[in-house]
């Protein structure tokens, strides 16, 4: 893992306050490290709530792709008038 901003769990625990002011500056995350292995990130919620939109969104591409590549497509006509409700569906 590539980061630098790598800290032992020691540090962290006596400078929580100073670390949270800095992820949220910074908006960079934190490696957190016990024994010298890493073991946790930490980060800013700002980043972690774009994180997780942003793997949303790659979901529904996902989606999108494997009902394209299996056929489970109508034409963009039918699919507005579904949703507009002028047509019951097949």
Not at 66 to 83: C, G, K, N, Y
């Amino acid at each position: 893992m590539k980061s630098s901003r790598i800290k032992p769990i020691s540090y962290v625990k006596a400078n929580a306050a100073d670390l949270i002011r800095e992820l949220t500056e910074l908006r960079e995350p934190l490696v957190i490290t016990q024994n010298g292995e890493a073991t946790a990130v930490m980060q800013d919620v700002a980043s972690y709530e774009q994180t997780q939109e942003t793997l949303a969104l790659l979901k529904i591409l996902a989606l999108g792709n494997r009902q394209i590549e299996q056929r489970q497509v109508v034409p963009a006509a039918d699919a507005l008038a579904r949703v507009r409700g002028k047509k019951k569906r097949r």
